[in-house]
């Protein structure tokens, strides 16, 4: 079992910038690869970032590629979320997850509160 929880979440204005972390653990933190979600209510979660247990890899979705910015230390087990430039639309509750594989995320975390005001 692997225990994630996010933090670095808040209120910021437009055009500002917030990084998230997520901490793990419980079993070990190898070999996982690790991803960001978000959600707004009434929507489906949608898929942020991801990054490979190497960090050698990473993906973004179209809508916060080149202002998003997915990061880890293995050494710390710990996942990062740097977000620049936000904007009202990316208010939502950000989740971390966890897998063996990058298309499979078997834990999450409680979700932390991003807000972005016009």
């Known amino acids: 079992q692997v225990q994630l929880v996010e933090s670095g979440g808040g209120l910021v204005q437009a055009g500002g910038s917030l990084r998230l972390s997520c901490a793990a653990s419980g079993r070990t933190f190898t070999g996982y690869a690790m991803g960001w979600f978000r959600q707004t209510p009434g929507k489906e979660r949608e898929f942020v970032a991801a990054i490979s247990w190497s960090g050698g890899n990473t993906y973004y979705a179209d809508s916060v590629k080149g202002r998003f910015t997915i990061s880890r230390d293995n050494a710390k087990n710990t996942v990062y979320l740097q977000m620049n430039s936000l904007k009202p639309e990316d208010t939502a509750v950000y989740y971390c997850?966890?897998?063996?594989?990058?298309?499979?995320?078997?834990?999450w975390g409680r979700g932390t509160q991003v807000t972005v005001s016009s």
């Open positions: 997850a966890a897998g063996l594989k990058l298309t499979t995320f078997n834990y």
